[in-house]
């Protein structure tokens, strides 16, 4: 049993390059969500999935693009890379919106130069 | 806005010492609060969590506290052993319901 797992886990790019990132999840959990993390900064939410077929913007959305593309995966697009997204970005999935617990993937480390 | 601060946000202790980290909320309607435990190059995973119902939760060596009228809450780690050296985050759910502020978090380092 996987729980969430990311791809890649690292990754360089040059500004103005884009990439996706992928997260799946194998436990059935109805929502999903991307965080990243800086340092100092703590967790912030860049978009959200609650259920198949919906998306919604977290606290940081700009830069950033989502896709659920069916119940277990959703990817984030970058398509213009800018420095200030160099981070550690996290996937998570959830039974249901907030008031069950997030199950984390690895993370990818994004250096954007 | 919302928000969650979290202190200290380094904590050094002694192996069978315990350790206390504290987090303050702003909105009134989070009724949800986890704790989430991050070793070095993995994502975070939950350690123990409480909603707003119910003013303590203990599973063995961690326990949560909640105060509502206060809008804070901690977590309390007894006997700490190396093994709890990681970073702590604690979080709470915002006003609608649908995702999880986090605190900024706390590494907390054991001696042995």
């Known amino acids: 049993n996987a729980g969430v797992t990311q791809t890649p886990k690292f990754q360089v790019l040059k500004t103005g390059q884009s990439m996706t990132l992928q997260c799946a999840q194998d436990?059935?959990?109805?929502?999903m969500y991307w965080y990243r993390q800086d340092p100092g900064m703590g967790l912030r939410l860049i978009y959200y999935s609650a259920s198949e077929g919906t998306t919604d913007k977290g606290e940081v959305p700009n830069g950033y693009n989502v896709s659920r593309l069916n119940k277990r995966e959703f990817s984030l697009r970058l398509e213009s890379a800018a420095p200030s997204q160099t981070s550690v970005y996290f996937c998570?999935?959830?039974?249901?919106?907030?008031?069950?617990?997030?199950?984390f993937g690895n993370g990818t480390r994004l250096t954007v130069t | 806005g919302e928000n969650v601060e979290q202190h200290p946000s380094t904590l050094s202790v002694q192996e069978g010492d315990s350790a206390v980290i504290k987090c303050t909320y702003s909105d009134s309607a989070s009724n949800y609060f986890p704790w989430y435990k991050q070793e070095l190059g993995k994502g975070p995973q939950l350690i123990i969590d409480i909603r707003s119902n119910v003013g303590e939760k203990k599973d063995q060596r961690i326990a949560v506290t909640l105060n509502k009228t206060a809008k804070h809450f901690s977590l309390h780690i007894t006997e700490t052993q190396p093994e709890d050296s990681a970073v702590y985050f604690c979080?709470?759910?915002?006003?609608?319901?649908?995702?999880?502020?986090f605190g900024k978090g706390t590494t907390l380092s054991v001696s042995s």
């Open positions: 998570a999935s959830s039974e249901r919106q907030v008031l069950t617990p997030l199950h």
């Open positions: 436990m059935n959990h109805n929502s």
């Open positions: 979080a709470a759910s915002n006003q609608a319901g649908t995702a999880l502020i």
